[in-house]
């Protein structure tokens, strides 16, 4: 069958910005992406530029834009992609530098990764390891030791668009594969590291790098994890670990979210997180989202905080 594969083209010393180019190439129902990419290179324009290796999804080097959805090209098939969306479209990898076509400068991703210490650190290097701590490693990693480093989730992440400085879900994901780790010795450092800006509370919870990861690391889920490591360790005192603490508190207190009192305790001692607020909490009168203090609890409160009670038994 004569399909069309539309590719985002970009030289950098003859371009300004990407364009379509279409080509016509023969597939068949085992054509993936990836094969189509290598036919194009090989019998229609050699100057087509694009990463791949292993052409068995392990080494994570040919993501891709493909149908404006980030997808490795050697486990995506043509033909379920056409039935899909009706046509191919291929570009390169999305918040990421173009160097030419569809390749793309990673050096911002391996900085992040570099970033979280990705390595067991421990001292005691005369003793044996304990085998028995180890046996339960593999389940307590819930899948974060998973990833091929394709960055597909750094591509779909919504806070590292906003800010290029946010560490990312891949990098994330790895923080939390130390954190259960029980060779490892400096896990607490390691937490206090995530807490400021662009670390484990600047994470939006899009979804985003869960739906596109091909090994289903689910990065997401573990940024979840090192949060509630965090709050256990006792780092309690950023906006983002107060909003949960004080969002229990208010809920086990009132049975009901009280979307008055909750910004004020997480940015209360802090005047100018608090005056920062204020058209905030005006937006929030005029539309009827400040409870009234003077009302009736809804219906149920008295449920919701015995619930609470009793998860404190």
């Known amino acids: 069958m004569r399909i069309t594969v539309t590719i ?3 030289n950098p010393e003859t371009d300004v910005k990407t364009h379509p180019v279409d080509y016509c190439i ?7 992406v990836l094969l189509a990419l290598i036919k194009i290179k090989e019998e229609i324009d050699g100057t087509l530029s694009f990463r791949a290796s292993c052409r068995a999804a392990i080494c994570g080097s040919d993501l891709m834009m493909i149908n404006g959805i980030q997808k490795l090209a050697c486990k995506t098939s043509i033909f379920e992609e056409l039935d899909h969306h009706g046509k191919i479209v291929i570009g390169p990898m999305a918040n990421m530098s173009v160097i030419k076509d569809l390749v793309v400068d990673m050096d911002p991703f391996w900085k992040k990764i570099r970033a979280v210490t990705p390595y067991v650190v421990s001292q005691n290097t005369d003793q044996p390891t304990p085998t028995e701590p180890l046996k339960n490693i593999q389940e307590a990693l819930q899948n974060a030791d998973a ?48 807490q400021g800006n662009n670390g484990i509370w600047d994470c ?30 006792g780092f309690t005192q950023s906006i983002g670990a107060k909003h949960i603490t004080e969002f229990e508190k208010v809920v086990g207190e009132e049975g009901r979210l009280n979307e008055t009192r909750l910004p004020l305790l997480m940015t209360w001692g802090n005047l100018g997180k608090m005056i920062q607020m204020i058209p905030l909490g005006i937006k929030m009168l005029l539309h009827g989202k400040s409870p009234n203090p003077f009302a009736k609890p809804p219906e149920g409160h008295e449920a919701v905080r015995e619930i609470f009670k009793g998860r404190k038994k």
């Open 147 to 194: 990833c091929i480093m394709c960055g597909a989730c750094l591509s779909a992440c919504n806070s590292f668009e906003v800010s290029s400085d946010f560490l990312g879900p891949a990098a994330l994901a790895k923080a939390y594969r130390f954190q259960v780790d029980p060779r490892d010795e400096i896990r607490r450092e390691r937490l206090d590291a995530l």
């Open 26 to 32: 023969e597939a068949g129902r085992e054509t993936t």
């Open 204 to 233: 939006v919870r899009c979804v985003y790098c869960v739906q596109v990861c091909p090994k289903d690391v689910e990065p997401m889920e573990q940024i979840v994890r090192l949060r509630k490591r965090s709050i256990e360790s």
């Open 8 to 10: 985002q083209r970009f």
